[in-house]
């Protein structure tokens, strides 16, 4: 799709610096952009590649539009925020499955608005309910008595178990688990475990990603809850009757263990994991594969396992890091003792 930078910069109500004529035909990267393709920078560790970009023209903030002088700009207060706004409105053109597929199996009770598409294979079981403009596409599963709103996005082999809720622009990326059994087994010693029935239910509020191969299980009693515009990488699993926030992350392989209550904007980086039934406050950071064993203060950062504040952490390995040199010190000390203790015995 072609558009001018004017064009683009009136959709952002963001500032032009440049000619308002030049035309746009795609976005590139700093590196590999050519003068039909916007760029932007968000990272200031890309700067240095500010002056040799041959993009037509570049979206930057206030403080780095000096640093692009002579080149076509739209400076905006979030780069990165309106570069994904502007890919989105003129340069993300994916096509989605449209209508019903005739091999869809749509169980008679269920209910699928007349705007939503069924692709090829996937299940709707009975007395579950699709929203205006989702779409499920091939081998996707809505299971009983589940719903899916407005305007989501259920690619293959996503799965939404029995009972289990979708808000509004939820997408499921492709082998998302939303709803499997929770862990949850009572030992039975010496016979084994007894498995102790997950009768509850997820729900899931408006604007959640769920990316691929993530699980969320159901409750064994009431409900996991994934809040508002909260987003799972690949891989994250949230156990049975966690609670989870509004507008919190979580990146590749991350855990939380059950009952934990996770709160708004929450970071937890990846491989990083809390133990069950704690309290991780509004704002707090996880950092890379931190274990929070305990609860998290409202905008702590903790790093390690066990997870502790993050300069306590650092100051920790600095302090580790001079072990090799206190040894060498001390087996001198030890060499010095032992001479003089010779030359008094002598």
């Not at 990267?29 to 890309?46: R, V």
């Not at 780069?79 to 169980?107: I, M, N």
């Not at 007349?114 to 090829?120: E, F, Q, T, V």
């Not at 008595?145 to 990326?173: F, H, T, W």
Request: hydrophobic share 40%; glycine share 12%; proline share 6%.
């Amino acid at each position: 799709m072609k558009t001018t930078l004017g064009e683009i910069a009136a959709f952002l109500g963001a500032r032009l610096q440049g000619d308002a004529e030049c035309v746009i035909e795609g976005v590139a990267e700093l590196k590999s952009a050519t003068p039909s393709s916007l760029s932007f920078l968000a990272n200031p560790k890309y700067a240095p590649l500010l002056a040799s970009s041959q993009a037509g023209a570049l979206l930057v903030g206030e403080k780095d539009a000096a640093k692009a002088a002579g080149k076509n700009l739209i400076v905006s207060p979030n780069p990165y925020r309106d570069f994904a706004r502007v890919v989105a409105q003129y340069f993300d053109k994916r096509e989605h499955p449209q209508g019903l597929h005739p091999t869809a199996s749509v169980h008679p009770t269920a209910k699928v608005a007349p705007s939503a598409s069924l692709g090829a294979f996937c299940v709707v079981e009975a007395g579950a309910s699709v929203g205006e403009r989702s779409v499920l596409y091939a081998f996707s599963y809505a299971g009983p008595n589940s719903k899916i709103g407005a305007d989501c996005l259920i690619y293959p082999y996503a799965s939404l178990m029995e009972n289990c809720l979708l808000g509004d622009r939820v997408i499921l990326q492709p082998g998302a688990v939303i709803g499997a059994d929770g862990f949850g087994f009572a030992p039975d010693p010496p016979q084994g475990y007894v498995k102790i029935p997950q009768i509850g239910n997820v729900v899931v509020e408006d604007d959640v990603e769920i990316q691929a191969n993530a699980c969320v299980d159901r409750g064994a009693l009431g409900s996991t809850v994934v809040g508002k515009g909260s987003k799972l990488d690949n891989f994250v699993h949230i156990a049975h009757n966690v609670k989870i926030g509004r507008h919190s992350v979580f990146a590749a392989q991350a855990g939380i263990s059950g009952s934990t209550v996770v709160g708004n904007w929450v970071t937890f980086a990846g491989q990083s994991a809390a133990g069950g039934h704690l309290n991780i406050g509004d704002q707090a950071i996880i950092t890379g594969q931190a274990g929070a064993g305990k609860d998290v203060p409202a905008k702590a950062m903790v790093s390690g396992s066990p997870a502790q504040p993050t300069l306590e952490h650092h100051r920790g390995l600095a302090e580790l890091n001079k072990l090799p040199e206190l040894k060498r010190r001390v087996k001198e000390l030890e060499r010095r003792l032992a001479e003089l203790e010779n030359k008094g015995g002598a």
